[in-house]
């Protein structure tokens, strides 16, 4: 199993352009998460899902929007990228059942300038 | 709502030295998981522990343990006979045990282990 998976592993962006941030996990895990690590400080939650076609907001979702049209692939969408957005974006899955820790990415360090 | 406290920014100990790293936590719910994780400067995160409320047992792995008391809402950490390799920013998270499950973390406490 290749676990989660983040693409890309960098990128740079100018304020207002758009960009997907990919995540997926082949543990055919129910839940997914993103969080934001901005420096120095501890993840924040943006999104969750807790199956294909169902999402919900997390402690910091504006200025993000997400699908979950299949139960591996949980891609967050930047619209309209701003310097705030400036952070390590981190993908996590868990199971239904069983074991509840969350798996995470290696994540995906983002600026925007 | 919830909340995780970790007091300590940096801590700086010299190789074999043990070493505590402090959480404390608020949330209002009678059960409830919390979790240490460790973040090397590679970047990834690594899941250490996880524990239920219901048990205060403490629980040692290795040079690692884990100090759980809901009296006082703390679950610290320990690291004895602390290594370089041991250097890295350690989290403390704390999760609702229903739903989904999701995490709130502290700020991290930053661990350098000098030789």
């Known amino acids: 199993n290749a676990g989660v998976t983040q693409t890309p592993k960098f990128r740079i962006l100018k304020i207002g352009q758009s960009m997907t941030l990919q995540c997926a996990q082949d543990?055919?895990?129910?839940?997914m998460y993103w969080y934001r690590q901005d420096p120095g400080m501890g993840l924040k939650l943006i999104y969750y899902?807790?199956?294909?076609?169902?999402?919900d907001k997390g402690e910091v979702p504006n200025g993000y929007n997400v699908s979950r049209s299949t139960t591996e692939d949980f891609p967050l969408r930047l619209e309209l990228a701003a310097p705030s957005q400036t952070s390590v974006y981190f993908c996590?899955?868990?199971?239904?059942?069983?074991?509840?820790?969350?798996?995470f990415g290696p994540g995906t360090r983002l600026t925007v300038l | 709502a919830q909340k995780v406290t970790q007091a300590q920014t940096e801590i700086s100990v010299v190789e074999k030295e043990d070493v505590t790293l402090d959480c404390v936590y608020e949330?209002?719910?009678?059960?409830?998981?919390l979790f240490w994780y460790k973040q090397p400067p590679s970047g990834e995160l690594v899941f250490l522990i996880r524990?239920?409320?219901?048990?205060?047992q403490n629980e040692i792995s290795g040079r690692y343990s884990w100090n759980f008391q809901k009296s006082t809402s703390s679950f610290n950490f320990t690291i004895t006979a602390s290594q370089v390799v041991d250097s890295a920013v350690y989290f403390c998270?704390?999760?609702?045990?229903?739903?989904?499950?999701?995490?709130?973390f502290g700020q991290g406490t930053r661990l350098t282990i000098n030789p």
């Open positions: 996590a899955s868990r199971p239904l059942e069983g074991l509840n820790e969350q798996f």
């Open positions: 543990m055919n895990h129910n839940y």
């Open positions: 899902s807790v199956g294909a076609g169902i999402t």
């Open positions: 949330t209002r719910d009678t059960t409830y998981y």
């Open positions: 524990r239920n409320s219901f048990d205060e």
């Open positions: 998270a704390l999760s609702e045990a229903k739903g989904a499950q999701k995490l709130v």
